[in-house]
């Protein structure tokens, strides 16, 4: 037998035994009792799940698929579409909303993690009447061109306002010892999650700034 037949054959009964391995963990995999989700992913059918949060001061109960962000519910269950859809991947900063108090990204997050929370967006904080003070700013402050990463904004600077004035101290603070103050640094590093296409950056910072001289 030359040489390279025998490689060829042993190198087939390798390629043969791992297809056996792989085949028989996948079948001890399937017959292992799978979880409700997996069991309904495999028969194709939605997972559904039941969930109720507190949006903007109101209760709302859900039946949700499990696979459905927060971002989704908002806009595609309760159409509160003043929540942004920017990247999808957590990029971006439009989706901004604040939950129990803290910003979160509700594209990264599944709507049936929050059951019990409550969740703010943009139209719980003011309406075009009765402004809140980081809306009435921004509008002052020319804070946006086409508005699309504004409301993601608005929460994430409410947000960070909050995060100062309770000490919270971000990579830019350079003593943690010393009270967290408001700072051009302290913003710009907290605000670095939300991305604005337009460039409206230097309005963007006055307004949070100017509301900031007020609460900090
Ligand atoms: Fe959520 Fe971009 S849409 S971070
Ligand atoms: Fe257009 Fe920020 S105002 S992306």
């Known amino acids: 037998m030359s040489k390279s037949f025998a490689f060829e054959l042993s190198r087939r009964k390798l390629l043969a035994g791992t297809a056996a391995t792989v085949a028989l963990g996948a079948t001890v995999g399937n017959a292992k009792a799978q979880t409700p989700i997996a069991q309904a992913l495999a028969a194709g059918r939605p997972s559904l799940s039941k969930v109720s949060f507190t949006v903007n001061g109101a209760a709302r109960e859900f039946e949700l698929d499990t696979r459905t962000t927060l971002l989704d519910a908002l806009r595609e269950h309760l159409h509160l579409t003043g929540t942004k859809k920017g990247c999808d991947h957590g990029q971006c900063g439009a989706c901004?909303?604040?939950?129990?108090?803290?910003?979160?990204?509700?594209?990264?997050?599944?709507?049936?993690?929050?059951?019990?929370?409550?969740?703010?967006?943009?139209?719980?904080?003011?309406?075009?009447?009765?402004?809140?003070?980081?809306?009435?700013?921004?509008?002052?402050?020319?804070?946006?061109?086409?508005?699309?990463?504004?409301?993601?904004?608005?929460?994430?600077?409410?947000?960070?306002?909050?995060?100062?004035?309770?000490?919270?101290?971000?990579?830019?603070?350079?003593?943690?010892?010393?009270?967290?103050?408001?700072?051009?640094?302290?913003?710009?590093?907290?605000m670095s999650g939300n991305i604005c296409r337009c460039g409206a950056y230097s309005n963007i910072a006055e307004a949070i700034t100017e509301v900031a001289g007020r609460q900090v």
Do not use: W
């Open 96 to 190: 901004t909303v604040i939950v129990d108090g803290r910003r979160i990204n509700s594209c990264l997050t599944l709507a049936v993690m929050h059951d019990g929370d409550s969740v703010t967006t943009i139209e719980g904080l003011g309406t075009p009447d009765n402004m809140h003070p980081m809306q009435a700013a921004f509008v002052k402050h020319d804070g946006y061109q086409c508005g699309y990463c504004t409301p993601g904004q608005i929460c994430s600077a409410v947000a960070v306002l909050d995060e100062i004035k309770s000490g919270i101290p971000s990579h830019a603070t350079a003593d943690l010892n010393a009270p967290v103050a408001f700072s051009n640094a302290e913003l710009r590093e907290r």
